[in-house]
């Protein structure tokens, strides 16, 4: 072992002096170079202690200074960011509040119903029109588009030619004329469109256009929108716009504008059922606005349930600048010269304008160039004066925002720039942005550059004065030691009886003490140590001879003078090493062990120097180099003369492989008491060695039980009176469980996981599986008894079992670890338990197969779980024969025809989510634990089901949760549910219906 260095024989410490003197001897004349003496030594230390506690200050106060510097900065930003967050979302808020609103408004109900039928009216109107005049509108509109439209587009779009002018066009008569009317002919400027009210030739749309347009204008102007849809929900026709751009008229299913997100927003809002729906989409391109980023904001419009249509607007950027660049304020709000906030989208590009473009457009177009972005995107913010949806963001703070995640870190920004940002997710409605804050580091540490130029100019002064102070402090010191030393050389040379004369009271003085007393103790010593060495070097204990203080109080403070080779085996130190120093050097702590002993470790020396011994105390040795070990510690006073104390042996025996053997018994205890029975850790006990807890791969019998209907049962029930009853239900199962010698892998909740074949294998761990999940299942019924009696209703549980191979073995950390089975096995079981009903058992033919002939099935089933790559045979467990003799009684209550349907609408669960999709259908029969359905629509065996019964969907008082048992033939179209949780006041509804 590498601690019994150097310990090849106790060293006689009593006669170290000559040796020592004699290897000192040998060195020097065996030494080429000449020594440093000790003055240019202490000089040298002086300086370079006081030179290093200069430097250890200044670099503190730098690093100080620098930390607080970015604490304020990292504070600042986070809470800039956190406010302009606060701001988007609250500004958001309003947005979806206002599409509310608007979708809600009298005015705007009204004004839908109008262009609606105004819009009618003029494809009338347009059908009697003389050939010339729609020839001529078509003329003006196809030049517009030739000559006006993509000459722009060509800006953003620079494929965009003559052809895309014709692609564009619209098709129909009647957007020709709108367009033709409101757009072509308009004699107000591009931007101030919505001035014209009665275009000459607009007929019956003219005057709806004329009453309602100003009220329309007067609400975007008041809201603060850039343009208001109205669209028909039919076929997505745009029948009226403020803005009057060239989405008018066009179909937003059919035409060129179909895949924009506007269209998405009106898909959206055009399938919703709910009055208060709103649907909110990203920033994109937007071509009837000349490539501008836009994004929309749409309702549906109701009147008295009926749907009429969808309202939309069309969101300004400038608003989103205005609170992101703090009206550009940026200074005054804690940014300083180079700080900003922006947003990010999905597709790493800007939601709002960069400071610099704002400030300074050319100089961040040159920059931008310089970084390596393309020459298009720079056009496209030259032309548009904007960088959303042009400027691209790669940092990490962006991509880490955008994951979900808040922090602050360094890094180079887009303008490669580094830049210290603060970061973090941004969820508003539909959308999911990330926003930053940052500033450059430059500004944020340049007062840490200041202090660190005036840190070197005092370092300069101090380190002079410390040079003048070291050489006047090295020369007062070296005269004495000279004197010391010639004393020292005479008493190696065997002249035992001289002695120092030195009267000073310093720590030179101290020095002449020690000695003088060290020349008495080797000239008194005559006795050879040689037979004692001998005997100590063949000891299996450590042992350790110390001389204790004067004031016997401290333990730490006690000289050690001899060792054997275990003691520096156990400590890890050779003897050279050792001797002489401190035992508080070599055993920090020495703690009570477990064992039986006396009072506290720490009071060893003070209990020996007053009873002479002691002994058979347990202790654990708290070793510097982080061991600890167990000893059985002993010790005793060596006396010198008639009341001198010569020393204090101590005996320490190593108890480590002993506190193993216990530890690991300890370990299979609590490992595995909590979670098998008493004869199972009793067997792995007396065997150990059949346990391996890294991890191996076993065949074992899976089994997992669920609650049905437990989840809205608990939320109708006290916090106490839910726990009760859980407590009461887990009791029952885990008695059972542990009667068949099952291991509890995991309780979720009301489910339960359960393993046969591990820690411990048996012949019979699938037919003690299949016993145990009938016993359950038979336990239920007192259960549920004990439930009627406190009033609550009762409950079912379905399990599902499977035998397959699995890992099992410790999983976790070293702070918290438990014995646990993983692998597709257990997935499965979960499945299978998944397709049951209350009270039913579902086992695989895996598991029918390793349990024989006792099983006793009723049928089987054909099902494909989730991740099986093939559909999988279960069968319905019904009883256990053999030794068991346990059976299920399979009775279920009649159906009852009814003399009138109940009328029914029903989703599909997929996962504990409902689907969209609603159905309308019917009960036309029932039990008291399920009914029958008649509806056209097919529906999977085994699926499971949510049913409303009255006119809302999603009425809590009206919901029933249920599993498809079987379907019925194609002549009478439906299928059989089973209840697996139903509402108090529908379970009384149809009870009545029952009866």
């Not at 080429?32 to 002086?46: D, H, I, M």
């Not at 849809?229 to 403020?242: A, K, M, N, Q, S």
């Not at 065997?494 to 080797?522: K, N, T, V």
Request: aromatic residues 6%; proline residues 5%; glycine residues 10%.
């Amino acid at each position: 072992m590498a601690g019994s260095r150097g310990c090849a024989g106790t060293v006689a410490t009593w006669r170290c002096g000559a040796a020592i003197s004699g290897r000192s001897k040998g060195a020097s004349s065996g030494a080429e170079l000449k020594p440093v003496s000790l003055r240019t030594r202490l000089l040298a230390a002086l300086l370079g202690v006081g030179l290093l506690a200069l430097l250890a200050t200044g670099w503190q106060a730098d690093q100080g200074a620098e930390v607080s510097l970015r604490r304020a900065a990292i504070n600042q930003l986070t809470s800039i960011r956190a406010e302009r967050k606060r701001q988007i979302e609250a500004y958001v808020a309003g947005v979806r509040r206002d599409a509310m609103t608007l979708a809600e408004s009298r005015d705007v109900i009204a004004a839908m119903e109008e262009f609606r039928a105004a819009y009618r009216g003029l494809e009338a109107q347009v059908a009697g029109w003389p050939d010339t005049t729609w020839v001529r509108y078509r003329s003006e509109v196809a030049r517009y588009y030739r000559e006006a439209f993509v000459p722009h587009l060509r800006a953003f779009e620079p494929e965009a030619g003559p052809e895309r002018a014709w692609g564009d066009v619209p098709a129909d008569d009647v957007t020709i004329a709108l367009q033709a009317l409101f757009i072509v002919n308009n004699p107000n400027p591009e931007a101030s469109r919505d001035r014209l009210d009665r275009p000459v030739g607009a007929g019956r749309y003219g005057e709806a256009h004329a009453r309602l347009n100003p009220v329309l204008r007067s609400m975007v102007r008041q809201f603060g929108y850039e343009d208001l849809f109205l669209i028909e929900h039919e076929d997505g026709r745009v029948v009226y716009t403020v803005a009057k751009k060239l989405e008018f008229g066009t179909s937003l299913l059919s035409g060129p504008y179909r895949n924009t997100r506007l269209s998405r927003a009106f898909r959206a809002a055009r399938m919703a059922v709910e009055a208060d729906f709103v649907q909110l989409v990203d920033f994109e391109s937007y071509a009837p606005s000349l490539g501008a980023p836009a994004a929309f904001v749409a309702a549906p419009i109701f009147r008295e349930g009926r749907r009429l249509g969808v309202v939309a607007l069309q969101l300004p950027v400038d608003r989103i600048n205005a609170v992101m660049t703090g009206d550009r304020k940026w200074e005054t709000q804690g940014l300083g010269r180079t700080g900003e906030t922006y947003l990010i989208g999905p597709d790493r590009r800007m939601r709002s304008d960069s400071r610099f473009f704002l400030t300074a457009p050319q100089r961040y177009l040159e920059t931008a160039a310089q970084t390596g972005v393309p020459g298009e995107l720079l056009e496209l913010m030259r032309t548009h004066q904007r960088t959303v949806l042009f400027q691209q963001i790669s940092g990490a703070a962006a991509q880490a925002a955008l994951d979900g995640r808040t922090g602050v870190l360094t890094e180079l920004d887009y303008r490669e720039q580094p830049v210290l940002a603060s970061y973090s997710p941004l969820d508003v409605g539909d959308l999911r942005w990330g926003i930053v804050a940052q500033l450059d580091t430059a500004e944020a540490f340049a007062p840490a550059v200041a202090l660190r130029r005036a840190l070197l100019a005092t370092a300069a002064g101090v380190t002079a004065l410390v040079a003048v102070t070291a050489i006047l402090l090295a020369r007062s010191l070296t005269t004495p030691l000279r004197r010391l030393i010639v004393g020292m050389g005479r008493l190696g040379r065997g002249d035992l009886g001289y002695r120092l004369a030195e009267a000073r009271g310093d720590e030179i003085g101290q020095i002449a003490m020690a000695f003088d007393r060290m020349a008495s103790d080797l000239q008194e010593t005559t006795v050879s140590r040689d037979h004692v060495s001998s005997i100590l070097d063949s000891m299996s204990d450590a042992v350790i001879v110390v001389r204790p203080p004067d004031d016997a109080r401290n333990w730490r403070d006690a000289v050690v003078v001899t060792v054997n080779p275990e003691a520096c085996r156990m400590l890890g130190h050779t003897a050279g090493e050792m001797l002489g120093r401190r035992i508080g050097a070599l055993i920090s702590a020495i703690r009570p062990g477990t064992g039986p002993g006396g009072g506290p470790p720490g009071m060893w020396l003070e209990e020996v120097l007053r009873y002479g011994r002691i002994g058979g105390r347990e202790a654990v040795y708290k070793i510097h180099d982080g061991r600890e070990v167990p000893v059985l510690f002993s010790s005793a006073v060596i006396g010198r003369g008639t009341s001198a104390i010569g020393g204090i042996v101590c005996a320490a025996h190593d108890l480590t492989e002993l506190k193993a053997t216990e530890a690991h018994g300890a370990f299979i205890r609590e490992t595995f008491g909590r979670y098998v029975s008493d004869d199972v850790v009793a067997s792995l006990l007396d065997s150990p060695e059949g346990l391996k807890l890294g991890g191996e791969l076993r065949r074992v019998t899976v089994m997992m039980s669920d609650l049905r209907g437990f989840t809205p049962l608990a939320e109708r029930l006290t916090p106490e009176e839910a726990i009760r009853f859980l407590n009461d239900y887990l009791q029952t199962m885990v008695d059972l469980i542990l009667r068949y010698r099952g291991t509890i892998n995991e309780i979720m909740g009301d489910g339960i996981l359960v393993i046969f074949g591990a820690p411990t294998a048996a012949p019979d761990d699938a037919e003690r599986a299949l016993a145990c999940a009938v016993a359950m299942q038979q336990a239920m019924g007192g259960l549920n008894a004990r439930n009627r009696e406190r009033g609550l209703p009762e409950i079912e549980m379905g399990i599902g079992v499977h035998t397959g191979e699995v890992i099992v073995g410790n999983i976790g950390s070293d702070r918290r670890m438990k014995y646990a089975a993983v692998g597709s096995a257990v997935n499965l079981t979960g499945r299978i338990e998944s397709y049951t009903t209350g009270g039913e058992i579902l086992i695989s033919d895996s598991t029918l197969r390793e349990a024989g002939s006792m099983v006793k099935v009723s049928r089987s089933l054909q099902i494909e779980p989730k991740g099986a790559r093939h559909p999988l045979t279960v069968w319905k467990l019904i009883g256990i024969g053999g030794a068991y003799q346990l059976l299920l009684c399979e009775e279920e209550p009649a159906m009852v025809a009814l003399g009138a349907e109940i009328p029914i609408r029903y989703a599909m669960l997929e996962d504990k989510r409902v689907e969209s999709r609603v159905v309308d259908a019917s009960f036309v029969a029932l039990s008291s634990r399920g009914g029958e359905i008649r509806s056209a629509a097919p529906v999977p065996p085994r699926s499971n089901v949510k049913i409303w019964i009255g006119e809302e969907v999603g009425s809590e008082a009206g919901e029933i949760y249920a599993k498809v048992i079987e379907t019925i033939p194609a002549t009478a179209p439906g299928f059989v549910v089973r209840f697996t949780a139903v509402a108090p006041a529908i379970a009384r509804y149809l009870q009545r219906r029952l009866a």
